[in-house]
């Protein structure tokens, strides 16, 4: 039978110099450190500069993956970049990637779009095509620069985002792979017009979406699996707001120290957030080799996904 289940053989993580605290932001926004950590638990973010933009963080976040994975980039088949805020309409953002890395030239190279849950659909992408490609090696990268999209009039939205990227090398593997994936096709929770190029987001829609949501969507994968909450030793849940993370470790009935956390440095970076921590836990020695973690995201396009690696 062929391989079905991924791998994850290395990853990377790149932020921008820039940290954005609160109280900087509080010198520019109607807003307070007091009312950003008490209902969010972000104490900073990370902003580009200058030259700075999303490729260069894309690129960089590729480059310590490859490098943490000590493969060689010429058995790499497939790259896949999940964002929302690429440089380009076209080129894609994994097309710039093929080109900066040096990568061979008959690889397939595609951006994913899908807000917040762009990680988890980004795995889901990647292993289809690297199944269907006999690949080797997959890269999957999540790249932001978010703080370019902020609307600045608008506080319960600006504070919240950060710019950052994370990415993983992947290889198809013998293991069985659990996944769970939805969307509800809407543009009313979150969105980035084209003509502002601007986030917009009704907060407690998309408050009450993820609290309601993410439980059952953690359930229905850990039930597909055949396990319970027990048997997963880590949570990885989109950062997006520390309170929506401690009511569904409530609601599943598992310590908060099983989540990884780590809003209060990065704030939100949409499709780099799931795997920006997963690189910090695995290289803070949270996670360690053949522990099982169950990442889970949701997002704009009322999208949502779990998977168990
Ligand atoms: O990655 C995509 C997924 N995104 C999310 O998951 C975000 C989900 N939503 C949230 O995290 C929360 O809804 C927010 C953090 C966005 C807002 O928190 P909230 O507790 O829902 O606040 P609220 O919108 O109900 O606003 C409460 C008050 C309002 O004032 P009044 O009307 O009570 O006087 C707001 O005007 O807080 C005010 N407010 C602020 N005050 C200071 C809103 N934003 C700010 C701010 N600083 N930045």
């Given amino acids: 039978m062929s391989k079905r289940g991924i791998k994850i053989v290395g990853t990377g993580s790149f932020v921008p ?16 450190d007091e009312w950003i950590t008490k209902r969010t638990g972000m104490k900073e973010r990370h902003y580009v500069t200058g030259e700075e933009d999303q490729t260069l963080l894309a690129e960089n976040a590729a480059r310590k993956a ?22 380009y309409y076209s080129p894609s953002s ?11 030239n008959d690889i397939i190279c595609l951006d994913v779009s899908a807000g917040c849950s762009g990680f988890i659909f980004g795995l889901e992408t990647i292993r289809a095509l690297m199944m269907a490609r006999g690949a080797k090696y997959g890269l999957l990268v999540g ?12 506080r319960g939205t600006c504070v919240l985002f950060g710019d950052g990227a994370a990415a993983a090398v992947l290889t198809l593997d013998d293991r069985p792979y659990f996944s769970t994936i939805g969307v509800e096709g809407d543009e009313e929770m979150i969105h ?23 439980p059952t969507v953690i359930e229905s994968v850990v039930k597909k699996a055949g396990l319970t909450y027990d048997d997963i030793d ?26 990884v956390v780590n809003i209060q440095k990065y704030g939100n970076t949409s499709s ?34 779990a998977v168990i690696i």
């Fill in 94 to 104: 994994a097309c710039l990637i093929q080109g900066r890395l040096g990568l061979r």
């Fill in 234 to 259: 880590h949570f990885i849940l989109h950062q997006a707001n520390l309170r929506i993370i401690e009511s569904i470790a409530k609601k599943v009935d598992q310590p908060m120290d099983k989540f």
């Fill in 272 to 305: 780099a957030s799931v795997a920006l921590a997963l690189d910090e836990a695995y290289k803070g020695g949270i996670i360690k080799e053949g522990q099982r973690t169950l990442l889970c995201a949701f997002g704009a396009g009322r999208t949502w996904g």
């Fill in 143 to 154: 790249a932001e620069v978010l703080s370019k999209k902020m609307d600045m009039t608008d």
């Fill in 192 to 214: 980035i017009k084209v003509p502002t190029g601007l986030i917009h987001m009704n907060g407690q829609d998309t408050y009450k979406f993820a609290v309601a949501t993410v």
């Fill in 66 to 87: 490859i490098e943490n994975a000590g493969i060689n980039r010429e058995d790499i088949d497939v790259v896949v970049v999940c964002t929302v805020s690429a440089e």
């Fill in 17 to 32: 110099k820039k940290i954005m605290t609160n109280d900087d932001l509080a010198k520019i926004v109607d807003t307070s």
